[in-house]
């Protein structure tokens, strides 16, 4: 009863936040402020969601391949946003300015 109810709870916190930062990839005005909405909170969402995954599944050798997802998504999806980020500012695309002429 209270392994499905933080399994559940899990599952809807990740899944909320990715709905959230889809939203956020689409109303946002520039490149940089989506690239931050997408990959600060989708590497929580999807922690979360796997984090669900585990305690479904009980101590296994399939939650702790879970685990080791879950580290690898912290360690290269900030990185590989920053590297993205950087990327689009070699390539001089300019963050978005609001009063600009």
């Not at 956020?24 to 590497?43: L, S």
């Not at 920053?82 to 990327?87: E, K, L, M, Y």
């Amino acid at each position: 009863m209270l392994k499905t109810f933080f399994v559940i709870l899990f599952l809807a916190l990740g899944s909320f936040l990715i709905v959230v930062a889809s939203i956020g990839v689409v109303r946002f005005p520039d490149f940089y402020t989506r690239i931050h909405a997408a990959g600060k909170v989708d590497t929580l969402g999807q922690s979360l969601i796997l984090l669900a995954l585990i305690i479904y599944e009980g101590l296994s050798p399939l939650s702790l391949k879970l685990l080791l997802i879950i580290i690898l998504i912290y360690l290269i999806n900030p990185s590989a946003t920053h590297f993205v980020a950087q990327a689009a500012y070699l390539a001089r695309i300019w963050p978005f300015e609001k009063n600009k002429k």
